[in-house]
């Protein structure tokens, strides 16, 4: 395979990076080569990503990292092994071959430095041009910047949105616009060339992170820096580049500008401060990503000759003979080199490839302190005098005394960024193998101080121009105030040292008093400062285990003792949907795991508190059957606990068949009810309640817990009894199954009489937990009737049932098939119901009895004289008129009925009321 040679060009924020590490990753080996330590070490952490610690190597002035497996090499141009033959090569941002300094480095690796199968070339689209007169044979491949760039003109720092990057050229001028942004917008990172790659990494987080809006940099942001920033803002478009002060290129200020807007997010740039306005043709320009084209670029001989130092320098001064290759003329190894022949202790003499190659490697130590030719080359001096002999070292005790005042993570920025300057020298030497005594050692040494180091440059940054108080009010308010915000554990927020709230469950609850603008701007501290606090309980909720949560009796989901959650109307009332309550001040996606973690808590609550519901609800267990039980099931789900049969037609019955397979799901059907048993339970009927009242949206009462029966005071619906699992009797609601039992009892006793009038001991009362004085109300509920009374006391001594109301004693008689309700089927809105009953029984449940048992007979029928009945008769008490009858019942009974749902319960039970 042929090696290809590739020119991939474009602005800024069009993928070349990206696509040159999709590339090498795509071959066996590859190397690439770029501009900045802190770039390389972003790359390598992805390559380490997708690749492995093991296949990834990084090698910087500073820093080697280079595992014997390694196949892929991230570098710094400077650091690239030249030797080493790769698959793929790639060489980022080459349009710095023009800069004085560095430039030389990139022009030799575009020329000379070459992949096995393929090489990129990455940059900006100005280099289009020379890489053609230099007839490399390479192809170019435009690329289109992602979003668009708009020129907005002047804004004034304080007027200036978040998101904002201000750019200036000094250290005084970034200390200036960082302090006024810390008075008025209450800070901003700061990012200088100065820094460690440690301290700006730190510095970009937290404008990253949201901790502060705004970032002041010099031109380092540039290049080698991935920001969410929406603008760039220059504050001036001067620097000084290390000889002169000289004003920006318009393709300089395009490279800064372009750092607006990521990706698809188009970005804007323009001016502040004092710096002078953008001229038109140049704001065109850069938006258009139009710039001059390089028409040469920096070239030193990469053919050096070593024999001796003459030669070497002779060597390094051989032009190029190519006009658009102009030699370095300030490059400072050449110039320290120089310096080395000069000296006394060194001088021009110096032979032998060995020597030669050491005083060149230490020609080209960084001047990372920024002393100047003078101040650099004195350090590098005196590191040769004792290093020009290649088989010296620098000893352990002399690297100690060096280091021992580097240690200090004390004094102010100005003293941290000195020190680290120092640091970042021992640094690079500990990474030359042959300076050293112990490599290994000192390597990991100036790594921990530099690291120490750049924490507390970070740190002192940070409180020079992060005002973390001001950082924390709302930047919708006008008024700043320097407020300090605190979250006890209690959930206690304070502003101040005062207390202005507190976060309970997932809600802040602000203090009634703090109504004033500054009291809405310390609120809005305190829920900005919420935040991490609401994310960390959310997190809790989504793992929490089952018995973390607890049911409120408003509907309202409890966790660690504080609403959470709420229930809201579902499809059905065994189906609510549930909806957080607060974390407001968080995403949506933030919430759905704690949200989804209690709706799966709540689905299998219900499924324990209420088995029989659920089956039915959810697994559909009703469906299983035919005819009457099927619909008798539905009834059952559609009520809540029970259903009154009084009112269905007895001609149909169920077979002891088709009640043992209501049996068989949960219900039990007999002669008054079918109920589930499971439901009359408390802490079913609570449950049933609390869903009947979100259901309706509406107050919904509890029948008193275990029990038997309870005075009713008009106050109670039917479906609300229904749904405790209780029934009408007269003025008392009595239990769905003690009523059943009751009924056998009842049943029992006329059997045992052989007649039709039997005697009802009072005993039996206490089955359904029923006062003396309720009971003929109760017993008249059961369709019985006076069939005698004392002649004295006027007591009933004997009771018979209605025609209609007899029970079938006849187990084995097939029930009547001649048309009309059955059990399981809705009773006739015609016909009578349990509401008939709530005038105490009085003769309702007869009159219907005799309208409906039978076509045949006539109101007006009197019984025969001769029956044994016509005394029974004669006993009752005489019937009202109808209309006096009916004219109470509709005004009086249903109206209270209806109007209390939404009020109170009774003396001995509890309303419940849906969360609000």
Not at 450 to 472: C, K, W
Not at 549 to 576: C, N, Y
Not at 590 to 610: F, K
Request: glycine content about 10%; some cysteine; aromatic content about 6%.
């Amino acid at each position: 395979m042929t090696s290809s040679l590739k020119a991939i060009l474009g602005p800024t924020n069009t993928g070349k990076t990206h696509y040159a590490i999709e590339r090498m990753t795509g071959f066996g080996t590859g190397m690439i080569g770029l501009p900045l330590r802190l770039l390389a070490r972003e790359v390598y952490d992805r390559v380490v990503e997708r690749k492995g610690e093991a296949s990834a190597a990084l090698i910087t002035g500073e820093e080697r990292i280079v595992p014997p497996t390694a196949r892929y090499f991230i570098c710094t141009v400077e650091a690239m092994p030249v030797e080493l033959r790769t698959d793929f090569v790639a060489i980022d941002e080459i349009q710095l071959a023009q800069d004085e300094d560095r430039g030389h480095i990139f022009t030799d690796r575009i020329l000379n430095l070459r992949g096995n199968h393929e090489t990129l070339l990455l940059g900006s689209d100005t280099m289009r041009g020379i890489l053609g007169e230099l007839k490399l044979g390479a192809g170019t491949e435009p690329r289109e910047r992602f979003s668009e760039l708009r020129y907005i003109g002047h804004t004034k720092i304080t007027k200036l949105p978040k998101r904002t990057a201000i750019v200036g050229f000094s250290a005084e001028e970034v200390y200036a616009i960082g302090e006024l942004l810390r008075r008025q917008k209450g800070g901003a990172a700061v990012v200088m060339g100065a820094l460690s790659p440690r301290t700006r990494n730190a510095q970009v987080e937290m404008f990253q992170s949201g901790e502060v809006d705004y970032i002041v940099a010099t031109d380092a942001i540039g290049m080698g820096l991935n920001l969410d920033v929406d603008r760039v803002v220059f504050a001036s478009r001067s620097k000084f580049d290390g000889r002169r002060h000289r004003p920006l290129t318009t393709a300089e200020c395009g490279q800064i500008a372009g750092r607006a807007g990521r990706f698809r997010q188009d970005g804007e740039f323009g001016e502040t401060a004092d710096c002078p306005p953008f001229e038109e043709e140049q704001w065109r320009a850069i938006e258009a990503h139009r710039f001059d084209p390089v028409d040469a670029i920096q070239w030193r001989n990469s053919d050096l000759d070593f024999s001796s130092l003459k030669t070497l320098i002779r060597s390094l001064e051989k032009p190029s003979g190519n006009p658009v290759l102009i030699h370095t003329p300030h490059a400072l190894d050449e110039w320290v080199l120089r310096r080395m022949s000069e000296d006394g202790h060194i001088g021009p003499n110096i032979s032998g490839a060995r020597k030669v190659r050491r005083l060149w490697d230490l020609a080209r130590l960084p001047d990372f302190r920024k002393l100047g030719p003078e101040g650099h080359g004195r350090l590098v001096l005196g590191l040769a005098e004792t290093l020009m002999d290649p088989d010296a070292r620098l000893s352990n005790a002399g690297m100690e005394r060096r280091l021992d005042d580097l240690s200090s993570t004390a004094g102010d920025i100005a003293k941290l960024q000195q020190r680290l300057a120092s640091i970042r020298t021992w640094t690079y030497a500990a990474n030359r193998p042959d300076w050293l005594e112990d490599p290994a050692y000192w390597q990991e040494k100036t790594r921990t101080i530099e690291d120490a180091l750049s924490d507390a440059l970070h740190e002192a940054l940070t409180a020079r121009f992060v005002d973390r108080r001001t950082t924390a009010l709302l930047a919708s308010l006008k008024k700043e105030d320097a407020l300090v915000t605190d979250l006890t554990p209690e959930g206690d927020v304070t502003v101040e040292g005062h207390i202005v709230g507190r976060l309970k469950g997932l809600t802040f609850e602000p203090v009634l008093d703090s109504r004033t603008l500054e009291g809405k701007a310390v609120r809005g501290a305190a829920a900005a400062a919420i935040r991490p606090m609401l994310l960390k309980r959310l997190a809790e909720i989504a793992g929490a285990p089952s018995d973390a949560f607890t049911l409120a009796d408003d509907g309202s989901i409890e966790h660690g003792g504080a609403p959470v959650a709420r229930l809201l109307k579902g499809a059905s009332w065994m189906s609510p949907r549930v909806d957080l309550i607060g974390a407001t001040e968080t995403e949506p996606h933030d919430r759905e795991p704690a949200r989804a973690r209690i709706e799966e808590w709540l689905r299998a609550e219900l499924a324990r508190v209420l088995p029989v519901h659920w089956k039915l609800s959810e697994e559909k267990s009703g469906e299983a059957l035919d005819g009457l039980p099927r619909g008798l099931a539905f009834r059952v789900l559609e009520s809540g606990a029970a259903v009154d049969l009084r009112s269905d037609d007895q001609s149909v019955r169920l077979t002891p068949e088709q009640r043992e397979a209501l049996k068989g799901i949960g219900i039990r059907a007999g002669r008054v009810a079918a109920h589930v048993p499971d439901a009359q339970k408390p802490a079913a009927q609570r449950m049933i309640a609390i869903l009947r009242a979100v259901f309706a949206g509406e107050a919904f009462p509890l029948a008193p817990e275990g029990a038997g029966s309870f005075p009713l005071d008009g106050t109670w619906p039917e479906e609300a009894l229904a749904a405790n699992g209780y029934l009408r009797f007269g003025k008392r609601a009595v239990r769905a199954d003690l009523a059943e039992r009751l009924g056998w009892e009842l049943s029992k006793r006329r059997r045992e009489a052989g007649k039709s009038a039997f005697a009802v001991p009072i005993d039996l009362a206490s089955v359904v937990s029923c006062p003396a004085d309720d009971w003929p109300a109760v017993l008249k509920g059961f369709g019985l009737a006076p069939a005698e009374k004392d002649k004295e006391t006027g007591a009933v001594t004997l009771w018979r049932y209605s025609a209609r109301s007899r029970p079938d004693e006849s187990a084995g008689r097939p029930p009547r098939r001649d048309g009309g309700q059955g059990q399981g089927k809705r009773p006739d809105k015609r016909g009578g119901n349990s509401a008939d009953n709530r005038g105490g029984g009085k003769g309702g449940p007869r009159r219907d009895s005799q309208q409906r048992g039978g076509g045949h007979q006539s109101r007006q029928r009197q019984p025969d004289p001769n029956s044994p009945f016509a005394a029974l008769a004669a006993l009752l008490p005489p019937e009202p008129p109808p209309k006096k009858k009916r004219k109470p019942k509709k005004k009086g009974g249903p109206k209270p009925d209806t109007g209390a749902r939404a009020g109170a319960g009774t003396e001995s039970g509890f309303t419940y009321t849906p969360f609000r």
